[in-house]
T-cell receptor
Framework: DVKVTQSSRYLVKRTGEKVFLECVQD?????MFWYRQDPGLGLRLIYF???????EKGDIPEGYSVSREKKERFSLILESASTNQTSMYLC?????????????FGSGTRLTVV | GNSVTQMEGPVTLSEEAFLTINCTYT??????LFWYVQYPGEGLQLLLK?????DKGSNKGFEATYRKETTSFHLEKGSVQVSDSAVYFC???????????FGSGTQLTVLP
């Protein structure tokens, strides 16, 4: 069964900590994405990557960075966590023809910053 | 730019009721359209899709028809079950964009 695996389901971090959220896919997908999901706001794109070492900003990149050193792994980094980054984070991947096949999502990481 | 507008929830139905969740879109070119479902505590799963006008996507009793003339992709199911309780997202992909544009999601609760 093909998968997108997010390393943690739940995380609690302190304000100011550097936080790493990891995502691994086993489908040889070129594209990978990070979204955050908040009640009433739907899914908002943070960053995406369409190749190793490539990245593009999404709609809300402020306060985040990403790393893609290998095709199967896409990491989201919160350089200095703040309480307004408390959210559900969803990773997804797709082939370049995402318009035809859609995305495969991970199960999500619920991050709480205290 | 691209946008997706979904009917606001929450929607509460009794088991075996008919379901419609409205979705309309604005896009450049000829988008592909998707419905995703998110069960409690989980990520999103692709429910169905349609890649050209008049296509009907279907899965697990759910259906949606790509209507170019009305720019719509409404989700329907003839008889919902308690296990269909979830959040449903409409989404599109258009042109050379690699990313999907999502609607805000509709919470469905089905009561026994």
């Amino acid at each position: 069964d093909v998968k997108v695996t997010q390393s943690s389901r739940y995380l609690v971090k302190r304000t100011g900590e550097k936080v790493f959220l990891e995502c691994v896919q086993d489908m040889d997908h070129e594209n990978m994405f990070w979204y955050r999901q908040d009640p009433g706001l739907g899914l908002r794109l943070i960053y995406f990557s369409y190749d190793v070492k490539m990245k593009e900003k999404g709609d809300i990149p402020e306060g985040y960075s990403v790393s893609r050193e290998k095709k199967e792994r896409f990491s989201l980094i919160l350089e200095s966590a703040s309480t307004n980054q408390t959210s559900m984070y969803l990773c997804a991947s797709s082939f370049p023809q995402g318009r035809n096949y859609g995305y495969t999502f991970g199960s999500g990481t619920r991050l709480t910053v205290v | 730019g691209n946008s997706v507008t979904q009917m606001e929830g929450p929607v509460t139905l009794s088991e075996e009721a008919f379901l419609t969740i409205n979705c309309t879109y604005t896009a450049t070119g000829y988008p592909s359209l998707f419905w995703y479902v998110q069960y409690p505590g989980e990520g999103l799963q692709l429910l169905l899709k349609a890649t050209k006008a008049d296509d009907k996507g279907s899965n697990k009793g759910f259906e949606a028809t790509y209507r170019k003339e009305t720019t719509s992709f409404h989700l329907e199911k003839g008889s919902v079950q308690v296990s269909d309780s979830a959040v449903y997202f409409c989404a599109l992909s258009s042109g050379s964009a690699r990313q999907l544009t999502f609607g805000s999601g509709t919470q469905l609760t089905v009561l026994p």
